[in-house]
């Protein structure tokens, strides 16, 4: 039986690891489920599969999960530093589904105890990929791209030298306003930007990628996790979200990765790699779809890809900052004190400001750096949008 955990199983990408779990739950004992305030759905799963242990992030939700889970033999705990001992707990598979920068510590703990890290938390790669990847290889786990773009690249690389990459392509949907007039995004609502044409998936992804900013995380993803040059990375539009990646070669091949838009397919393959298992995914109907269309993407639309190859050049803990400071921006959206366009205005001026420091910038990587790193790109956002007039 493989042992497996889930850090943030209550929410998109955790439910769907669940789902495909639940259709052989014999093959799998469970040891940690992880989620951050929702104790209904959180102890319904713990019982479902047997946990060991369930842990809330919120700590005043620890009474509530106890008397859920009473009986149950699931333990019941809360808080950052219960996350930390669940990952540490002996597991041969953890998902990390967390959202945000949170997600990293639970990770580098799990590659600590040696456990394959099936990695969606992309936040990891953009705010510590370094480290991450160092710390797989100190202790000799492995971390699998659970995003789909990266999910398609790794798979258009088996049996290939990285050394013959001459490009990596990765598709973006265009997100919820793709076809909006520019003097419209000003005005865009929070409603608005949280449903997202091709993708079921959580608020803050959906709305990120309505904003570019998702793709901006998955270009830094790409460039830390395969080591590939930020000149080689491109960013294609494609809005039936049916080829995830392309992998041009030095011999001018172009291997694509298509697949229904179901994260099932890129989580299956973590779960089971290196063998390939039949997975409940739709399978694609080209006769029928036709047609796949592809468009260059507008930067004066899109201006946070423009600052994600600024931060692939600037390397370090530039990372950590940009994304420390998106998620100020976008909490700031979300909470309704700033516009639609003005997140990636606020991340820009953080940019501007933080980046020239080397000091912080260039300290060497480690977790006490990257959380200055990460306090600092938040707090200079959040002061940005409080002196901000929402027009
Ligand atoms: P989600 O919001 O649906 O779920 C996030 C999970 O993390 C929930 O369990 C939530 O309770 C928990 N959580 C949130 N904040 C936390 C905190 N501070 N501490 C501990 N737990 C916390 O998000 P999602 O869409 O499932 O995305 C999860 C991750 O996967 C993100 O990094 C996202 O970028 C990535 N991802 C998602 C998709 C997708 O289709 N949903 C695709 C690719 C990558
Ligand atoms: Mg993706």
């Known amino acids: 039986m493989r042992r497996i955990s889930i850090f943030g199983a209550t929410g998109s990408i955790g439910q769907s690891t669940l789902d495909l779990i639940g259709r052989a739950p014999e093959a799998y004992e469970v040891v940690a489920l992880t989620g951050g305030a929702n104790v209904a759905q959180l102890a319904a799963d713990a019982k479902r599969f047997s946990a060991q242990v369930a842990v809330i992030a919120d700590e005043a939700l620890l009474p509530e999960l106890r008397a859920a889970l009473e009986g149950s033999g699931t333990e019941a705990a809360a808080g950052q530093a219960a996350l930390i001992e669940a990952a ?43 480290l991450l990847l160092k710390t797989a290889e100190q202790y000799g786990a492995q971390v699998l791209p659970v995003d789909s773009e990266h999910s398609a690249v790794f798979q258009a690389l088996v049996g290939e030298d990285i050394a013959a990459v001459e490009r990596v392509i990765i598709t973006a949907s265009g997100g919820a306003f793709r076809d909006w007039p520019m003097e419209k995004l000003a005005k865009a609502t929070v409603a608005e930007a949280s449903s997202h044409p091709n993708w079921d998936m959580g608020q803050r992804i959906t709305i990120d990628s309505a904003s570019m900013f998702n793709k901006a995380l998955e270009l830094i993803e790409t460039h830390e996790y395969f080591g590939v040059s930020s000149e080689q990375i491109e960013v294609l539009v494609h809005p039936q979200s049916l080829v995830h990646a392309l992998v041009g070669f030095q011999d001018g091949g172009l291997m694509a990765h298509l697949g229904a838009p179901d994260m099932r397919h890129a989580i299956g393959y ?89 000091g912080l910038i260039n300290a060497p990587m480690n977790l006490d750096n990257v959380r200055r790193a990460t306090h600092l790109g938040q707090s200079s956002a959040e002061r940005l949008i409080r002196g901000i007039d929402k027009t």
């Open 270 to 358: 973590a779960l089971h790699y290196p063998t390939r298992e039949k997975l409940p995914v739709e399978r694609l109907d080209l006769a029928r779809i036709g047609q796949l269309d592809f468009i260059a993407p507008d930067a004066a639309r899109y201006p946070a890809l423009e600052l994600a190859y600024r931060v692939m050049h600037e390397g370090g803990l530039s990372g950590a900052v940009f994304n420390a400071a998106k998620d100020a921006a976008l909490d700031g959206f979300i909470e309704g004190k700033i516009g639609f366009l003005q997140m990636a205005e606020v991340v820009e001026r953080v940019l501007d400001l933080l980046l020239p420091d080397d």
């Open 88 to 130: 540490a707990r002996p597991a041969d598979w953890v998902m990390s589904a967390i959202v945000g920068a949170a997600g990293l510590e639970p990770g580098l703990k799990a590659l600590e105890q040696g456990a394959t890290l099936a990695l969606a938390n992309k936040e990891s790669l953009v705010t510590a990929g370094k």
